[in-house]
Every structure is written in C-alpha cells, then in structure tokens.
C-alpha cells in the first residue's frame, strides 16, 4: 500500500493513540532505516485464535541509529479471564505470575505509548497484529490497521529471489537466525524473542547493504 493510503489513514484516525502509531509511521517513513526509530516487539499468547484467546506477555526492544537499545528494552505480563492452561507448556508463563500483571487496557496504553514516535517490527507481525487490534476494539470499540517491517517476510523475500527451496521451518525466526549465524536464544519469552527479531533484522540489513534504504521499502502489512 502507498503512503497516500496510509497518510489517508493518519488523517481519518479518530482514537488518540491510533493517531500517534500513525504519526510514527509518517514521521519515519522516508528516513533511511538506519536512521529511523524502530520497535521489535513480541506477544506471548494462550493460543493462536484472538477471537478466543488471549495475550500474555509483550516484549520490546528499540533499534535507534541502527543498533539496539537494550537500555530501553522491556516487557510486561497481561492479567487475563480464567487461566492460561495447556500454554504454559510452551511460553512457561504460568498463572501466578500473572497475579500483579496489568490489565488489559493498562498492557494496550503501554504498548502504543512504546510505539510512539517509531516503526513496528516482528517475525511474522500478522498473527500480532491481529490480536492487538481485537484488544483495540475490545477496549475503545475500534480495531485498527499499521503496517510493520516483517523479518519473516523479509526472508522469505530473500530465499525466493535466491530460487532456494522453502522447505517446512525455514522461515521460523530460529531457523532464520541461523542463516546469518546468530547465537541460539531462548524461544517463547517475549523479551527474548523481540531481541532475537531485532538481531535478525540487523543481519538482513548487513547482508542486503541495505542501510541507506527507505522505511517504507522494509513495510508489510
């Protein structure tokens, strides 16, 4: 989509904070990428349908002159209806952590207010994305819609121009970071995945000599 489109969005945003993630999106758009405000972020879930299941935990990271901030990094833990069940098994977030974790509407302001000013990043953001914006309309009645950069899109983008073979799981960012020869991390923690998507956003980067590159040429969504 163009940036006439999405700049139509900015102007017809009615919600404050969906008028700030928008203003973000403007303020970065033609700025080299190196240069812009980026937010990695990574949502832990008690399921995959965001109709019916719920967001745990978020995790940030900021990229800012093209290096992580990791003094600015951080996460949050969601208190939510009921218990987080069988997840457990694979976020090990279990329900006592969440007896002093913030509501739901405290987890969205805080979220936006990460987002301010920058450009959203994460691996395979549609799924995130789409729960983020069923709380929206939970919350103020109004879903919203932002396009993000996306490190598995962006992969897929390279592997196909290469003309290799998408095998199952070569797109998981595990996998992803392997190409690029990063350290094994931690999966399924939201800190430590939106670390990871930042740190595969840099390789590709590196790797494309794409440093000087727009925003909006990464944009998805």
């Given at each position: 989509?163009?940036?006439?489109?999405?700049?139509?969005?900015?102007?017809?945003?009615?919600?404050?904070?969906?008028?700030?993630?928008?203003?973000?999106?403007?303020?970065?758009?033609?700025?080299?990428?190196?240069?812009?405000?980026?937010?990695?972020?990574?949502?832990?879930?008690?399921?995959?349908?965001?109709?019916?299941?719920?967001?745990?935990?978020?995790?940030?990271?900021?990229?800012?002159?093209?290096?992580?901030?990791?003094?600015?990094?951080?996460?949050?833990f969601?208190?939510?209806?009921?218990?987080?069940?069988?997840?457990?098994?694979?976020?090990?977030?279990h329900?006592?952590?969440?007896?002093?974790?913030?509501?739901?509407?405290?987890?969205?302001?805080?979220?936006?207010?990460k987002?301010?000013?920058?450009?959203?990043?994460?691996?395979?953001?549609?799924?995130d994305?789409?729960?983020?914006?069923?709380?929206?309309?939970?919350?103020?009645?109004?879903?919203?819609?932002?396009?993000?950069?996306?490190?598995?899109?962006?992969?897929?983008h390279?592997l196909?121009?290469?003309?290799?073979?998408?095998?199952?799981?070569?797109?998981?960012?595990?996998?992803?970071?392997?190409?690029?020869?990063?350290?094994?991390?931690?999966?399924?923690?939201?800190?430590?995945?939106?670390?990871?998507?930042?740190?595969l956003?840099?390789?590709?980067?590196?790797?494309?000599?794409?440093?000087?590159?727009?925003?909006?040429?990464?944009?998805?969504?």
């Open positions: 989509m163009t940036r006439l489109y999405w700049m139509w969005q900015h102007f017809q945003a009615q919600r404050r904070w969906h008028k700030a993630l928008m203003q973000g999106l403007k303020d970065n758009w033609d700025k080299p990428i190196n240069e812009a405000r980026l937010v990695c972020f990574d949502m832990e879930m008690t399921g995959l349908n965001p109709k019916c299941d719920q967001i745990v935990s978020i995790g940030c990271v900021v990229i800012e002159h093209g290096a992580l901030q990791m003094g600015q990094a951080d996460h949050i969601l208190r939510i209806n009921g218990s987080v069940g069988q997840s457990a098994v694979i976020h090990k977030i329900d006592h952590h969440l007896d002093n974790a913030l509501s739901p509407q405290q987890a969205f302001a805080w979220w936006c207010q987002m301010e000013g920058s450009v959203a990043v994460a691996h395979h953001g549609k799924l994305f789409s729960f983020l914006s069923m709380l929206a309309k939970e919350l103020d009645g109004e879903g919203f819609k932002l396009p993000w950069i996306d490190t598995l899109l962006l992969e897929k390279r196909d121009r290469s003309e290799r073979p998408i095998m199952n799981g070569d797109l998981t960012l595990a996998e992803s970071r392997r190409r690029y020869h990063l350290p094994e991390f931690s999966a399924h923690s939201a800190l430590s995945d939106a670390l990871a998507c930042g740190e956003l840099l390789a590709q980067i590196a790797c494309q000599g794409a440093q000087t590159h727009k925003v909006h040429q990464f944009l998805r969504g």
